[in-house]
């Protein structure tokens, strides 16, 4: 695998030592206590919570989030490399990490006033409690401002009311940020963001999803049936949520494409080790060129996917606009993560189709990168939008 990062002021191939140590110390951990358990609980549709107290343990949950406020301190590239090393053993495990850091706590901390940074960001980072972000509805997916939850100002609270769908970490979290309009005539400029607490009268988790991947990452529906909520727990101001949420998506894609390149790197590291063992003919399969040949692309796609997620962390680190690098890094990735899980299995043949080998699981866990936080489609309309206004 490459440790490779580049930057605007020229190229170097190497990760830091201290990244090259997170890098191996994530992998270590997640061969050791994710690996052996991986299967159970995608089975039993089991959210691996003593998996994820132990992240916390280790800082993963709060990485970029500072010191002060109970997180390591470490930078975007740090992330990206947890990231990667834990959902190249369970994707699931990175996605319950995408929704926790790279949303919900990516809001509070870009946007949040110092009294709720004070209050919320400490326990979401360092695992006291568990994070969600709530943006889609039954009839807003892709057309986000479309979504139809309401909030009205009523003295010093704000009363909301509406549903959510497709929401990660559902369950778990005990800190939601929720997007809602507070005014129903202004389209995208009447949604504002508010944080709602899981013990607040009126919120109300629902339908548990059966997915077809991803199944240890808790997918659910929320209702919020008149939840009264501070407006001290407003975000920001009104009518800038879709803004912040846009914002927010940005980064998240970033950690998307981490988690796209991890699970093929998973998918092709499996490839090889698999290639090497399995006999046919009278020897390894790995000595038939149609073979190499597929592997031998397999590796350049997952590299040429972490060089381009790469670049998008450290422009974004570096304060750079990230719209289109985070969506070209976000499509790229996620496509190059589809092709190899399924050249995995076909270099696996029948047994690429059954559960005693991890493709199978990759296979299906990979078509959800497509789609979650922006599908294909939207990332070629951001990409184009910005080629178009240059």
């Known amino acids: 695998m490459g440790d490779s990062v580049s930057n605007e002021q020229g190229i170097d191939f190497r990760l830091t030592d201290e990244l090259k140590m997170l890098r191996e110390s994530a992998r270590d951990f997640a061969e050791a206590e994710i690996l052996p358990q991986v299967m159970k609980y995608d089975e039993a549709q089991e959210f691996p919570m003593a998996t994820v107290q132990k992240m916390a343990g280790l800082g993963y949950l709060g990485v970029t989030v500072p010191i002060e406020l109970g997180g390591a301190g ?80 009523d003295g010093d609270s704000y009363v909301i009311t509406g549903s959510k ?20 005539s202004k389209g995208n400029s009447g949604i504002s963001a508010f944080i709602v607490e899981r013990s ?59 988690l796209s390149v991890g699970l093929a790197q998973g998918a092709l590291d499996a490839a090889v080790k698999y290639a090497k063992e399995r006999q046919a003919f009278g020897k390894p399969i790995a000595e038939f060129q149609g073979i190499q040949f597929k592997l031998a692309e397999m590796a350049t796609e997952v590299q040429a996917a972490r060089l381009l997620t ?3 962390a450290m422009a974004k680190q570096n304060g750079e606009p990230v ?12 496509e190059v993560a589809q092709r190899v899980a399924t050249e995995a299995v076909q270099i696996h043949g029948g047994y690429g189709f059954i559960k005693d080998f991890p493709v199978e699981k990759f296979y299906r866990d990979v078509k959800l990168l497509t789609i979650g936080e922006g599908t294909s489609e939207v990332q070629k309309m951001v990409i184009a939008k910005n080629l178009l206004q240059q």
């Open 74 to 153: 470490l930078s975007l590239m740090h992330f990206v490399v947890v990231m990667e090393e834990l959902s190249r053993v369970d994707p699931s495990v990175g996605l319950t990490l995408a929704a926790h850091s790279g949303l919900c706590l990516q809001h509070l901390s870009l946007f949040g006033s110092d009294g709720q940074k004070r209050r919320f960001v400490p326990d979401l980072a360092t695992g006291a409690t568990i994070g969600s972000w709530c943006l889609t509805e039954p009839g807003s997916g892709s057309d986000a401002s479309g979504l139809k939850t309401a909030s009205v100002r």
């Open 165 to 184: 769908t497709f929401i990660t970490n559902g369950s778990y979290a005990s800190t939601y940020v929720v997007m809602a309009k507070t005014d129903l």
């Open 200 to 258: 607040m009268k009126g919120v109300d988790i629902g339908k548990k999803e059966n997915k077809l991947g991803m199944r240890a990452s808790d997918t659910v529906t929320l209702a919020f049936d008149a939840v009264r909520v501070p407006k001290e727990n407003l975000i920001g101001f009104e009518g800038e949520g879709f803004k912040q949420a846009l914002t927010v998506l940005d980064g998240g894609r970033i950690g998307i494409a981490a």
């Open 310 to 312: 790469y670049r998008a």
């Open 323 to 334: 719209n289109l690098i985070a969506a070209q890094a976000k499509l790229y990735a996620s």
